[in-house]
Structure formats: C-alpha cells, structure tokens
C-alpha cells in the first residue's frame, strides 16, 4: 500500500492463528463486554430513575457510565467479529471510525474525572455554598464542556492521523489505535502527529496535577472532620473517583510510557486491554461497592428487597 489513498482496509492484530484460541478469545471479550455493559447501563438507570440521585456527583457519574460504555462499544465488538469470522480486516472508514469514537470517549472520560474532583472539593471543603456553585446549570455547563473539548480534540486528532501516507496496512493491535498508526506512516505529517501527542501529554499532566492538589486539599479538610461518622461519609465519595482515576491514569501510563524497547503484538494487546478494558468494567463495581447511596437504588430497581 504506497500510500492512504489506495487504503481499502487495514489488518489488525489477532489474538492467534489458531481457531480454537480464536473462540476463546471470543468468548472471553464477549463475557467482557457483557458485564461492562451491563454495569455501566445499570449505573445510568439507578441515576436516571431514583430521584435521591439527583445530585452533581450522580449527574457526572452517570455520564462517565455513558463514556465507558461507549469506549468498549467502539473497540470490543469488531475484536469479537473478526474473531469469530476468522479475519483480521478494518475498512479504512471503520477504522477512522474507531479512532475517532475511542479518542472522543477516553479524551471524555479524563475530562470528566477532572471536573467529579471539584465537585467533590466544593462539597466538602466549601459545603455552605455547594449549591450556589454547582448547580443545575453550571453541572449542565461543565459535562457539555468536557464533550465539546473532547469532540474537538478527537476531531483534530483523528484528522492528523488519516492525513498521513501509510506504508503498511498492518496494525499492531486489535483496534486501530493513534501510536500504532503512526508507527506504519511514512508521512512527514507524523511530526505534526507527534506534536498533538505531546499537547495531550501536556493538557493530561495539567489535569492530574490539578486532581492530586485538588484531593490533597480534600484529605486535609476530611481530617480536620471531628466525626468519625462524617469522615467515613467523606471517604467514601472520594476513594472510588480517586480510584478510577489511578486505574485510567497508571492504565494509560503501562501504554505509553513503559519502558519496554520493542514490545511484543500480544505484550501490546494485553496493555490495551488493561487500560481500555479493564477501567470500564470495573468502575461500576468499585463505585457500588464503596457507595451506600448507588447499592440501596441499584437493589430497589431490581427489586432486591432481601439485600
């Protein structure tokens, strides 16, 4: 392939060449996909239809939920197909496709865990006026500027990258990922790519800086609390974000910053798992395990009085 105008398709990494493995592997991403799906939908119903979670913190959970659940939507599925079909094709509006989606969810989700830390800073380092500063409208405000920034940024991101002359149509991972395509451009466009990379790195650091100074303030004012009932009711709304923000960040940081020279097709697929996976799946369970408030509404929509 000389270069991306003759690009019908692209080939992505597959699990193995042998069949069996194949339907293990279909199995595997099924169950996967399955119960994120399923936790992340029921994370949106207990918000949507229990009116005591009808708070700042909810609002923002339940659009996070939205972003998992479309992160795996994007990436998993056609894994799953190629898989069960035995192939490993992409058409090349497919893979922009998926570029675009996964880059609009994962740049949405970080911007969303950024904007949960203050307002969970505002609720317990300023109580008196959490409902002056997030209200209904600055919530709606800040969720529909975390969307647009992310729409723009994948849009820009995704416009760099299929600008670029590709010299092969093999990617090194079971969905079109920005680093992998990159590594196959023979483009000088991928210093303008590498640009936009190192931007990302940049706004990514600004965001964790400002969520670590952010939950320090947070821990200091929580140890100040007198009660210890109090305390615990104030760690019990941070640990989880906290939580799920050092899983999509370490996450993250195993993919594109690990040490590892040359690693291998599968050392590559089992990182993008870990961190595109992984943090979806698990952050339903981590949120209703450590929240009083999300276990009693997912039991009384499903009707589980006995729990």
Request: proline share 4%; aromatic share 12%.
């Amino acid at each position: 392939m000389s270069n991306q105008t003759s690009a019908t398709e692209f080939l992505l990494l597959e699990f193995s060449d042998v069949r069996e493995l194949q339907i293990v592997h279909f199995i595997v991403f099924l169950a996967l996909y399955s119960t994120t799906v399923a936790g992340n939908l029921l994370i949106i119903s207990v918000v949507v239809f229990d009116q005591h979670l009808h708070t700042p913190m909810y609002f923002f959970l339940m659009n996070l939920a939205m972003t998992d659940l479309g992160t795996v939507s994007v990436t998993i599925p056609k894994s799953m197909v190629n898989s069960l079909m035995n192939t490993r094709s992409i058409s090349y509006p497919g893979c922009i496709t998926q570029v675009y989606f996964f880059l609009l969810f994962a740049a949405s989700d970080y911007t969303l865990l950024t904007v949960m830390a203050h307002d969970r800073y505002v609720a317990i380092c300023n109580p008196l006026r959490y409902e002056t500063i997030m209200n209904k409208g600055a919530c709606i405000q800040m969720a529909t500027s975390a969307w647009l920034s992310s729409f723009l940024y994948a849009v820009l991101h995704t416009g760099t990258t299929f600008a670029m002359t590709f010299c092969s149509n093999i990617v090194d991972q079971f969905f079109c990922e920005v680093p992998q395509l990159v590594k196959i451009s023979c483009s000088d466009l991928y210093l303008v790519e590498s640009i936009l990379l190192i931007l990302s790195v940049t706004v990514a650091l600004g965001c964790f800086i400002f969520i670590v100074v952010t939950y320090v303030q947070i821990f200091t004012t929580v140890l100040r609390i007198p009660s210890s009932q109090g305390r615990q009711k104030a760690f019990s709304t941070c640990i989880p974000h906290l939580i799920v923000f050092s899983m999509f960040l370490f996450g993250g940081m195993l993919v594109y910053l690990r040490p590892i020279p040359h690693p291998s097709s599968h050392t590559n697929m089992a990182f993008a798992v870990i961190y595109s996976v992984i943090p979806p799946m698990m952050n339903p369970v981590i949120y209703s395990m450590r929240n009083k408030e999300i276990k009693l509404a997912m039991c009384k929509l499903l009707h589980l009085r006995w729990l």
